[in-house]
T-cell receptor, first 112, second 113 residues
Framework: GESVGLHLPTLSVQEGDNSIINCAYS??????FIWYKQESGKGPQFIID?????DKRQGQRVTVLLNKTVKHLSLQIAATQPGDSAVYFC???????????FGTGTQLKVEL | DSGVTQTPKHLITATGQRVTLRCSPR?????VYWYQQSLDQGLQFLIQ???????AKGNILERFSAQQFPDLHSELNLSSLELGDSALYFC????????????FGSGTQLSVL
């Protein structure tokens, strides 16, 4: 099953470096994907989304890449800042479903 | 601030008790979702309401129930509480124009002792 907290994979980056957080999904019928950021003590916060008819979408300092062939999603954060430290979740929906399913989160730690 | 309001922020109770968690969605949003987040299970979908009616059900226990009122606020009722029910409970809402994008509240931390 999915897990967070003590069992979260962790990515440590230096401040100013680029971060890449990866996510594998299993439902090939999923057609909409979202990245959420969750800071300690807060609820998940929407970052960026992408539909399955796109391969790439850019936001402010963030880029989401979608590879449907291998069912892989990635979130790239440019010039990572201390405020980016959080747990990042990918979520998917589609295939006739109507609920957002969250993947295992990744803990991003930004080192000064 | 997502615009979704949850109360209370923290709740401490004993096993066997019943509690009610409250959620006010973003202004204009008709859909309300409840999620449970625990250390070993991640974010688990419980239930969704749309304009007062149940729309989808996830891994929600029979001891749990929810409802959405005419003013669109929602309540999640948890009864016969067990130690394992201790978790963060999140409410999220979405609008009709972009129904898949969920906006989350800051959650209610439930501790069952």
């Amino acid at each position: 099953g999915e897990s967070v907290g003590l069992h979260l994979p962790t990515l440590s980056v230096q401040e100013g470096d680029n971060s890449i957080i990866n996510c594998a999904y299993s439902n090939s019928a999923s057609d909409y994907f979202i990245w959420y950021k969750q800071e300690s003590g807060k609820g998940p916060q929407f970052i960026i989304d992408i539909r399955s008819n796109m391969d790439k979408r850019q936001g402010q300092r963030v880029t989401v890449l979608l590879n449907k062939t291998v069912k892989h999603l990635s979130l790239q954060i440019a010039a990572t800042q201390p405020g980016d430290s959080a747990v990042y979740f990918c979520a998917e929906i589609g295939g006739g479903g109507n609920k957002l399913t969250f993947g295992t989160g990744t803990q991003l730690k930004v080192e000064l | 601030d997502s615009g979704v309001t949850q109360t209370p922020k923290h709740l401490i109770t004993a096993t066997g008790q019943r509690v009610t968690l409250r959620c006010s969605p973003r202004s204009g949003d008709l859909s309300v979702y409840w999620y449970q987040q625990s250390l070993d299970q991640g974010l688990q979908f419980l239930i969704q309401y749309y304009n007062g009616e149940e729309r989808a059900k996830g891994n929600i226990l029979e001891r749990f129930s929810a409802q959405q009122f005419p003013d669109l606020h929602s309540e999640l009722n948890l009864s016969s509480l067990e130690l394992g029910d201790s978790a963060l409970y999140f409410c999220a809402s979405s609008g009709t124009g972009d129904s898949e994008k969920l906006f989350f509240g800051s959650g209610t931390q439930l501790s069952v002792l």
